[in-house]
């Protein structure tokens, strides 16, 4: 799925060890593909946050003088794609205030659904907003709060907020993780040495040499200072985890919501073989997130698995366009077919997903114009239909083009010969999910929590109207 | 006066001007003088407040594209040099928020002098601060005020704090300029075409070929909108002009609480020549603050005028030190006597004002070993005895040289031969201040508001503790 | 091979498109993989050549205005990782200079064996050198010549240099492709409408749909002016083609030396297998470069190919190694195996090459922690034991593994359970080498031109005591 | 002058100090106002030559990082603005290149006349030009040269050379310094310590505390190494010192051809109101180039001086022009009158020079609409009717104001009451010249050495034809 739908965020912290920031750094580096627009390290040494943001990737924007200035043993940070909030300086994380108790930073991997109604309210009672971004209104909250502690603190505002949040908080001497009910993004419990680590997934904690100790549940609260960590249980889990973890977003080196992410695709791939059988020459993936399911339907189908398609390592987002009318130009950039393999060959394309339909396409044309014989697209999901309203950047509903078409419209679009889609029950058997503890919202609509009334672009742009920073 | 006391802040806004940000961005430049570390303009068009801040210079933030993209006919903008907050990105004016009542920016000159009660108090309340700026308390008065016009909530913010403060806010359609009932900092109100103006300093007004109307009085606060200007008196005036824009920090060129600053300098140099005359051979000044003193002494002394020493025009910012042991090297960078000018020379250095001593030393030696016979330092105001809590960024009490010692001491510290200051009554003569209408607090500590009990360094130090962002 | 030997340059030329810097751009960015450390254009109008060149990667380098600048109808373009003078911004191609005819551009894939000689007598004759380029001297030898006409210089030139040679020339009116008799680095001839498209490999054709004509052969010279296309032959062809072109260097995509780069790769891998067998549970390659090598001996042995080593795609030249000691820090920042994946497995890993041994050592010691029970390393090529002088950043002999020890010692350097690599008749089965055309010569020491006496580091200190520019 | 004829360049080396590259900084700092387009130095350890070179401002281009890297007890530096070749990295000077001897750098202020012809020669003998600056030319000379040491090489090199030149060259272990023998630009010796020390100006050496020796003579070579100074006379002295350097060029503070440039400036405006006196109430610089001219003019006529224009110091060279249409914009941003300062009084401006005349347009009429009730501009040397061959940036003949117009005219143009300039008998008695020893063909057109008959902007027409990097 190289037209992606994007994930928001990452978040990372540690407490406790002497090189808090780099280890947050190698720890963004790692949940780099969860954000590339902006990131972000809130350093405390038990006495003052510090803290460097800035548009970018991690490793554009760090250096050693900066890491050497995030002082102290503790630290959070964030990698982001905007799904709320326009992509501006002000809207980056970990967002980091002064209010009644000190400082407080917040790294915030999710999205509200009732933002707008917070935000009015809290308007309403004198709150001034500098930022777009719905983390924001978290913090209003905890700081309004009549309670003492800021545990109750933090309890009484993510009791008013309604969505998907894996949140870090970090204070000059604490650091605390929330997961929401649901459990919608991941968020996993570590251990180095005497330190205490949290991560989006565990392929951070691989990098950094931690030991991975267990999820943080949904609905718990745990807190980290210079006595250890306490957990609470703040709401009971409702266990709604994002299938769409599984099939694309995280990395297929992470073990996410108790799954092995590469062994979960592979197995999507296999049953994608068992459903949609068709016969051909070669299996070929859309790299890299293809891969793995286009494996499992290699070995399933006993077709060759051909790495046909060759992707660039070297497109970054400041490619320009140059003003020459070639067609298909984007794709081009990121992926070229091996020259003279595909002649006459029947080939199996393999992808994860289909957002828009429009990227899939133009691979179709590219595989057709090197000479394919019959191109068979087999897609590890079901029928993307329906938009997220917990944390993932999708489309509008009518630019989901299952939204309006049925699978052989879709097809007739894409100009394949053949296109079947993984079925839900096939999906929820791969990832052996007897206790339907998947959201599967994007496939199905049906929400477990209910999104905005009035949501979508109608909603930011009244968020927007009211500052644009340039 | 070299080893400078800083002026903080200077304020620009247009309303009604297709160019509003364009010629924003020439007011800012021409008061470029009154703060080095940061700039920014906010622009509306009506609908949409739109910003751009950054540290550095003017003409280094500002491009034409970015001039381009902040659209509207009404821009407010600012240049500052710390004062309170310290001099980090989060901390660049104006500040820009949404509220209730839509997007609102501020630009403030001055300094609250109970800005730490109100914060506290503010937090108190479940308010977040994100930056470290006092400007930020204003907004949340007003934020927070149950008044329903603009207007009214402004009156609310103002009558809670207390200190210096000239103030532009800009909304999606109006432009409200308001300043403090002693008036320390100056405002000015001008006209260009259809277009309303308002300025720190009336050097801008030239620059951009405004019309100069009148002064913002103190205690007024001045309304545009589209259906033109409205002035409120929202205090009496209680006039304190701050003595020290006509002494040093506003432009020769500017007419400043109505008078002619390159007018007054001489005047003072006319005075002090009076007061303290000495037989020499030259009269050199410290350039470029101490010229038109010196103008002054040597007119009403008969002595001859040298412009003796050379001042660098290129000493930036940014200049570093190399390592070598060269003596008085900061000074050396910035002025040079003329080659074998002063030799047997019995000289008076003009200057405008003492604060640490250390750099006038340190011209004296560079004088004395440039062969002066006699070196007389004269001083164009009385000495500089004790901070400023008004929004000029004076060393504490204790590092201004003339808080703890005597005439006779600076002299001889310095090593010059004799030194004079203009006395406190000549200097009131000069500006022709019969009403007594000046703040001269910094000569005489006779404050017109009392400063913060737990004022300085420890209050600062509280301050930046909650959050110190890198 | 995560541990490269690095490929110096990728060359891409335009005549006769009014968008030929921007195509060049779209070709040198195909090209990327040839070269990181910088690039240029060179464009000409017809009379006059424009140029930009700059350290780092392409999409960093150039942006739309810069590429408006670089008018006309010609252009010729190059990327570089440096093999003969240091990483600076003076050793920047394409080489621009003016001599007696005019103005000429020069960009060189290769290395001269006897440049040191050659620049060595140009001195003596009073030549001056700006770069350590051995690029530089074909210029001089160009300027020097006796001839007239612009392709008779050039024929002097290249007859005094020895060495490995593709080169584009470019003049306010003529674009020339040169490429040595021994044809070491490819070099192609392609056509995009009127216009003709000269370019290091053919995946950079694709990028910009020109169509692929053919090689220019070894010993030729294409001339392109405004009369359309001219051929010579300069020397007789003794092909003698860069085999590590189509082990490593070229992208898969791409059809080299008239072979097609994945399947070769792919026909090694089951060379591999034959040769070397060993009974395991999984084929893993070390991606990206082991891929299609790994599908091969997956096929040829029916043990199954698993993608379980995962790449990061952010791992950029910038990157900071934070101090703290984990062990395999740069290897871990690239690969990371999928969590639980390897737990009791027999696994072969598929390489394309070692050169150092170390980073082989740190990928089996992560599969080894990762729960292998037994690791099989096999390399689709022969042990590199000799350096290559004909354009490849080889290390020294004394760095390359292969060059001091035995297969069974590097498979105890390793700690591998087995070490295979592919013997030098099964290469050249694969690759269909009947008639002896490829240059082996970092795997046997037979060398096709002799490697200059004293030759390797000493040389290069030689060149660089003379101007190190910062 | 604000309308300024450029000074092309200063050149700063020393020789035997551990901290060459910081004094030669600090030196090119204090000669910034030589050239401010672009700036390099270049060090020596006595075995290898380093270089750092970039477009901008001393203090813009170089800090501790970079200045640790040029190592060396020895170094040369240049700062430029250019005469010949176009504003471009490549034409960044010291100019460094590796030779049959090895490397040698070479910044140089001044201009060959002869230039288009050598150059024309040495490429019709097969050299290459990278650059477009006549500094090169004389590297190749040297290069070719048949004599063994390096002084008969810079004597053959210089021999050829026909103009101005005060040039510094490096080698890995020999600083030489060499000046034409009229002398035309200036360059003075001196010592720190144990080192030998060359700049243009001897403000320079004031800056790092160096002890001034004396001049450099006209025709005199100057070899330092290891066994200290030798002074060698290869041309008799022909002095012809530019007259422009004590007029304009050279900083007040610096000892000139012998003479003290502020007092010889003083002089020049005490003989100015002597030769053209008239009856007024103030007499005003032009600063700051007009402040010392108008001190002597005031002293001798008795009329009050006033500092009555204020500079802004905050004009850098990135300033942009907003679009719209205020009159005489440029100036004002440079230069404002004190407010309410010239009503109803008679003013004499007084400048160093007029070159087009358009901004001294400006600025009378800025000081007409300040209120002036006559303006009377008084000009402290004779009309600039011819350009300079010599290396300074003059307009064409057609431009220069006083090329075309009588003084009568000129008055007209600049709608001045009066208008006078200094006579050249009256220049020269300011500056003591007994023995003709001034160039002043700029006013005379009388030329030292014959101007090249194909001069101007054809000649450089044809230059950049050949190679224009952007």
Same mark, same amino acid.
């Given at each position: ?102 400082? &407080? /930073? $917040?790294?915030?991997?999710?999205? !509200?659904?009732?933002?707008? =109604?917070? *935000? ?6 004198? %709150? ?47 650091? &605390? /993780? $929330?997961?929401?009910?649901?459990? !919608?993004?991941?968020?996993? =419990?570590? *251990? ?6 949290? %991560? ?271």
């Amino acid at each position: 799925m190289l037209d992606k739908l994007r994930e928001e965020c990452g978040v990372f912290g540690v407490y406790g060890h002497p090189e808090a920031s780099n280890l947050t750094y190698l720890g963004l580096h790692a949940l780099q593909h969860r954000g590339q627009e902006s990131a972000g390290i809130v350093s405390s040494d038990g006495t003052i946050l510090r803290s460097h943001r800035q548009m970018g990737m991690v490793s554009d924007i760090f250096n050693q003088d900066i890491l050497d200035k995030l002082i102290g043993c503790n630290a959070i940070g964030h990698v982001r794609y905007s799904t709320s909030g326009s992509s501006l300086l002000k809207n980056v994380q970990p967002f980091v205030v002064s209010y009644s108790r000190g400082g &407080i /930073a $917040v790294a915030h991997n999710g999205n !509200f659904v009732n933002a707008k =109604l917070l *935000r009015d309210r809290l308007e309403g009672n004198g %709150s001034i907003f500098q930022s777009t971004m719905d983390t924001e209104i978290v913090i209003h909250l905890l700081a309004a709060s009549r309670e003492s502690s800021l545990l109750d603190r933090i309890g009484d505002a993510v009791s008013a907020v309604k969505g998907a949040y894996s949140m870090l908080f970090l204070t000059e001497n604490e650091m &605390i /993780a $929330v997961r929401d009910p649901y459990g !919608f993004r991941p968020l996993v =419990l570590g *251990r180095l040495k005497d330190a205490y680590v949290v %991560s989006s997934e565990t392929c951070a904690l691989d990098l950094i040499e931690a030991e991975y100790i267990r999820e943080i549940e949904p609905g718990e609260v745990v807190l980290i200072d210079d006595n250890g960590l306490t957990a609470y249980k703040l709401f009971p889990s409702l266990n709604r985890f994002c299938i769409f973890e599984l099939i694309y977003f995280s990395r297929p080196d992470s073990t996410v919501f108790g799954r092995n992410v590469y062994t979960a695709r592979k197995e999507m791939g296999r049953q994608l073989a068992r459903e949609n059988p068709v016969d051909a020459d070669i299996v070929v993936p859309v790299p890299d997130s293809g891969i793995p399911a286009a494996i499992g339907y290699a070995e399933e189908s006993g077709i060759p698995f051909e790495a046909g398609l060759i992707r660039s390592h070297y497109v970054g987002r400041t490619f320009i366009e140059p003003r020459q009318s070639i067609r298909h130009f984007g794709v081009k950039l990121k992926l070229n077919p091996v020259k003279g393999f595909f002649k006459g060959k029947r080939v199996i394309i393999v992808d994860d997903s289909i957002v828009r339909g429009t990227t899939s396409r133009k691979i179709i044309d590219m595989v057709r114009n090197a000479g394919a014989a019959e191109i068979h697209v087999r897609i590890s999901s079901p029928p993307t239909a329906y938009p997220c309203f917990y944390g993932i950047d999708t489309p509008t509903k009518t630019e989901l083009i299952a939204s309006s078409y049925t699978v052989s419209e879709i097809n007739e679009f894409l100009t394949s010969n053949t296109l079947a889609y993984l079925s839900i029950e096939g999906l929820k058997t791969s990832i052996k999910n007897n206790g339907h503890e998947f959201c599967s919202a994007c496939f199905t609509g049906e929400y477990p929590i209910a999104p905005p009334i009035d949501q979508g672009s109608r909603q930011l742009t009244l968020f927007e109207k009211e500052i644009a920073v340039v």
